[in-house]
Structures are given as structure tokens and as C-alpha cells.
């Protein structure tokens, strides 16, 4: 395939259907037609109100592309064109609408093959939102993986905290969890977390001095596990040590909703250099997706004593053939669409609280006491992904100085 057919897909589809979009408009004034006003149109026209609905999403569209979730099928539009003949528009209008659907039913046919997958095609390459009344890529993808190995969950948290620490240096505390976590079959074991720590040449960090847990451990006690905020229904986890680091594993068990439960995965570390260094020039957060949930709430609470931008870089990576995920290998090549973007937290200290994570507030509270921070000098920013691809990492990265 020759590296400009994507971008001759983009273009020529873009350019078809501001053709349309032209001759649609065309022929609404040529009848003193309002399109911003869809209801009259119906009423005028005799046409169902969900069509000048449509019709009106098309023209107004911010652009051309974001006209495709709403352009109506080819019956439909001959329903509308007919409906403006008899009012009285010219047909030499009426046919260049008419016109302009078949060169768009033509790259559609070239391209793609047909409207569907067109707009699938569009939304991998972040060219086009999915329409809000229909299943989203993502969301396929999330019920399929959930049907396939037999896990979900509601959602996935990431929460880090970043402040000063000692001369040079940062000390963060890492919060992951799992709200609603089931699993779909009961012989599934699936691993949770792994706790990483890596310099931006991917060197790991874990067996650092500044490595800590969240909770003060009794001997027998699994490592990383918060259990003050798990719940109570939480079946006993399994710790695998591994080459990479250690890893806490669910076992198989009861499905379904009556196996269902939240769990909270964490750990500090202090002493991370805060300024830049050949092998290490940036600070991060990541936010990993090992098996299929709903929804992603990624959010870095950040010292005002730290130096960083206001809204730090945002990126996700996919990771489909398996292999390292540090940073060295988060490249173009690899990286995903994401249109989600960075919202700031309102208030200092910032409000944690949200209907995805009952109790975040509180978790949030009984971090800053477990670091001694002072909640007030703290900002927060969150990002919100709805059905994060699995086999992906979400990254906030932001230059060391």
C-alpha cells in the first residue's frame, strides 16, 4: 500500500462531502429554506423531523468529516430532494445534490467499500468521533475482549501524586484500582498490577531505595495491595514475583455480579531525581489497561512547589504484540487516536470526587496524610477515557528542568 492512500482517503472523502454539504445548502435557499431550523423544515416539507434533523447536522457541520455520522442514506435523501422539487426548486439545483451523492457513493465504494466501514476507518485514524447514537469502535472492542478472556470491569483508576521531596529530588505516591472488577468465566486468572518504576531509557527502578507501600504490612500480607480500601468481599489475591517486577494475580472464582468487587493497588517512591539527566529528561505518569473496562480515570495531583507545565503532554500507546511497554518504547508508530483531553480539578485542595470512584475523596485524604502533604498546596488535572483499547498504556509526560 502506498503511504498516501490514507491521506488520499481523508482528503477526497472530505472534499466529496463538502460538495455535498454545498449543494445542500444550495438548494435550501433556493426555496428560502431555513436548515438551522429543522422542525419548520418538516413542517414545510411534509418530511419526518429526524431527516431535516440530519440534514441540518450535515450543513452546519464544524466540518466536513463531522458530517459523516449524520449524512442520512440514499433513500432518504431522494425523499428530501423530491420534497424541495415539488416546493419549487430548480432542477438543475436539485440534481447537483443528486450528483454529488453518487461522487460521494463513489470514493465510498473506491476507499472503503461502504459507509460503515469508512466511518470505522476514520475513527481509527482520530479523524472522526463516533456518532453518540451508535457503538463506538472502543466499545465493540470492550465487549468482545470482555467476552473473549472472561474479565471486566467498571473502572480503571490511576491516580499519582507528585510534591517535593528531598534537595533534587520528587517523592510521588501511586494509586491504581479496579471499581466493579468480575470476572465472566470462573476458571479466569488474571493479573492486576504490576508495580514499574522506569527512567525514560526504560531502565527499571523498582529495587530503589525510595520504594515503599502505601500500608503499613503484616507478615503474611500481600506487597502494594491498600485493603483499607478494597472491599470486603475481596477474594485473597495471589503475589507472582517476575522478572519485572511483582505481580498481584485474581484467581478464579464466582462471576458475575455476586463476585464483584473493587480493589486498590499502590506504592511510594521517593528520591526520583527532579531534574534532567542524559538518560532521564522527563517526569511521568502511566496508566496501563490490561483487561477490558468501561471507563479510564487517570489523574496527576501535583505540588504547587513542582515545576511543570500547566497541562502536561497526553498520549496513548498501543502495545498489541505484547513486548516491553516502558518508555523507550511509547513511539509514533505506536501511538493511538486519543480526543479525550486534560480537564483542571476544581479547587486546591482539588475535588477528587466522582460517580465512577465512590470514596476517591477519601482515598485521596488518607494519602496526603500517609506523605504528611498539606492537601491545600496540591492542583489536580483528570482525564476521563470511555472504553480504553486494552493492550494500551495512557501517558502524562512533561519535561524535567
Given at each position: 500500500m502506498s503511504l498516501t492512500e490514507p491521506i488520499q482517503l481523508v482528503e477526497e472523502s472530505r472534499f466529496a462531502l463538502q460538495s455535498l454539504r454545498r449543494a445542500l445548502i444550495e438548494m435550501y435557499d433556493?426555496?428560502?429554506?431555513?436548515?438551522?431550523?429543522?422542525q419548520d423544515v418538516s413542517r414545510r416539507f411534509d418530511l419526518?423531523?429526524?431527516?431535516t434533523w440530519k440534514l441540518a447536522r450535515v450543513i452546519g457541520a464544524p466540518d466536513p468529516l463531522a458530517a459523516l455520522n449524520h449524512l442520512p442514506g440514499q433513500?432518504?435523501?431522494e425523499l428530501a430532494i423530491e420534497a424541495f422539487e415539488r416546493a419549487g426548486a430548480p432542477p438543475a439545483i436539485t440534481e447537483s445534490v443528486r450528483s454529488a451523492m453518487s461522487e460521494?457513493?463513489?470514493?465510498?465504494?473506491?476507499?472503503?467499500?461502504d459507509r460503515e466501514q469508512l466511518e470505522l476507518t476514520l475513527e481509527s485514524m482520530g479523524m472522526i468521533e463516533a456518532d453518540a447514537a451508535t457503538i463506538s469502535g472502543r466499545e465493540l472492542a470492550f465487549r468482545g475482549n470482555s467476552s473473549v478472556w472472561g474479565v471486566q470491569a467498571r473502572t480503571r483508576l490511576t491516580t499519582m501524586m507528585v510534591a517535593p521531596g528531598k534537595p533534587g529530588t520528587h517523592d510521588y505516591i501511586m494509586l491504581s484500582g479496579l471499581v466493579g472488577l468480575r470476572r465472566l468465566r470462573p476458571s479466569v486468572e488474571w493479573r492486576l498490577v504490576r508495580a514499574q518504576v522506569y527512567t525514560d531509557a526504560s531502565a527499571l527502578m523498582n529495587d530503589g531505595p525510595g520504594m515503599d507501600q502505601i500500608e503499613r504490612k503484616q507478615a503474611g500480607d500481600l506487597p502494594l495491595v491498600v485493603k483499607e480500601f478494597c472491599s470486603p468481599n475481596m477474594p485473597a489475591l495471589l503475589a507472582k514475583p517476575g522478572p519485572d517486577g511483582i505481580e498481584i494475580c485474581l484467581p478464579g472464582g464466582q462471576v458475575g455480579n455476586r463476585g464483584a468487587f473493587d480493589c486498590y493497588f499502590g506504592y511510594i517512591y521517593r528520591g526520583i531525581p527532579c531534574t534532567p539527566s542524559p538518560d532521564n529528561l522527563h517526569g511521568s505518569a502511566a496508566a496501563p489497561v490490561t483487561l477490558p473496562v468501561e471507563s479510564l480515570v487517570f489523574d496527576l495531583i501535583v505540588h504547587k512547589g513542582v515545576k511543570m507545565p500547566n497541562m502536561p503532554e497526553v498520549a496513548m500507546y498501543g502495545f498489541p504484540q505484547g513486548g516491553p511497554d516502558g518508555p523507550a518504547a511509547q513511539t509514533e508508530s505506536n501511538r493511538l487516536p486519543l480526543q479525550e483531553r486534560l480537564v483542571e480539578l476544581a479547587g486546591s485542595p482539588p475535588a477528587l470526587?466522582?460517580?465512577?470512584?465512590?470514596?476517591?475523596?477519601?482515598?485521596?485524604n488518607a494519602l496526603y496524610a500517609r506523605m504528611g502533604w498539606n492537601p491545600a498546596d496540591f492542583r489536580g488535572l483528570r482525564l476521563v477515557v470511555k472504553h480504553p483499547p486494552m493492550g494500551s498504556r495512557v501517558v502524562m509526560k512533561w519535561p524535567l528542568v
Open positions: 433556493s426555496v428560502g429554506a431555513d436548515p438551522s431550523v429543522p419526518n423531523r429526524n431527516l433513500a432518504g435523501m460521494f457513493a463513489a470514493v465510498v465504494k473506491e476507499h472503503a467499500g470526587a466522582t460517580q465512577a470512584v465512590p470514596g476517591l475523596s477519601k482515598m485521596g
